[in-house]
T-cell receptor, first 117, second 119 residues
Framework: AQTVTQSQPEMSVQEAETVTLSCTYD???????LFWYKQPPSRQMILVIR??????QNATENRFSVNFQKAAKSFSLKISDSQLGDAAMYFC??????????????FGKGTKLTVNP | GAVVSQHPSWVICKSGTSVKIECRSL??????MFWYRQFPKQSLMLMAT?????????EQGVEKDKFLINHASLTLSTLTVTSAHPEDSSFYIC???????????????FGPGTRLTVL
């Protein structure tokens, strides 16, 4: 079974600074997707960024980028120029990409990010 | 992006009663929907996977008779908490996959959640 581990229960960052959230995962599958989701106080889950395992290039979405290290099974999220609106719970998630495989998302326990003005 | 709605957003009920939560994909057809439960300050726990026209697949430890899931159409799935008790109080979130379920990637869109309080 696949597992996702987020070792930082809480992180804080100063507004306009950069912060990196860690995520490691374990799987025996060769093809999969990795995600970072944001859950603000409203509790609406919002997709931040997605990485396909077969792609070597790290995904980037504006101020959000990932450092995907497939061999190390590591998938960290970097938030640049942090804004107050970035304050939220961040969940790392895994999903199989095997044809006909499970479409379930496996979530980590989350990291609470606080942005200080 | 695609929109998933949930109704109601908040419900309070008496112990012993049943509560139905609806999950709708508003602008796309979803062959697969998922139901999660989230306790305060914790991660999402998958309860079951719901496929249109077939029985839901429940995760280990989730009581099938307690949490009834029906996926009657490509845009609607319902979760009924039967004979609710205070320990069932939680935040319930649904999600729906876009696409036909056969493609390599179908993005999963989340509903806004339903807060259930059982007195």
């Amino acid at each position: 079974a696949q597992t996702v581990t987020q070792s930082q229960p809480e992180m804080s960052v100063q507004e306009a600074e950069t912060v990196t959230l860690s995520c490691t995962y374990d799987t025996s599958e060769s093809d999969y997707y990795l995600f970072w989701y944001k859950q603000p106080p409203s509790r609406q889950m919002i997709l931040v960024i997605r990485q396909e395992a077969y792609k070597q290039q790290n995904a980037t979405e504006n101020r959000f980028s990932v450092n995907f290290q497939k061999a190390a099974k590591s998938f960290s999220l970097k938030i640049s120029d942090s804004q107050l609106g970035d304050a939220a719970m961040y969940f790392c998630a895994y999903r199989s990409a095997i044809w006909g495989g499970s479409e379930k998302l496996v979530f980590g326990k989350g990291t609470k990010l606080t942005v200080n003005p | 992006g695609a929109v998933v709605s949930q109704h109601p957003s908040w419900v309070i009920c008496k112990s012993g009663t049943s509560v139905k939560i609806e999950c709708r994909s508003l602008d796309f057809q979803a062959t697969t929907m998922f139901w999660y439960r989230q306790f305060p300050k914790q991660s999402l726990m998958l309860m079951a996977t719901s496929n249109e026209g077939s029985k839901a697949t429940y995760e280990q430890g989730v009581e099938k008779d307690k949490f009834l899931i029906n996926h009657a159409s490509l845009t609607l799935s319902t979760l009924t908490v039967t004979s609710a008790h205070p320990e069932d109080s939680s935040f319930y979130i649904c999600s729906a996959n876009s696409g036909g379920g056969l493609a390599a990637y179908n993005e999963q869109f989340f509903g806004p959640g339903t807060r259930l309080t059982v007195l």
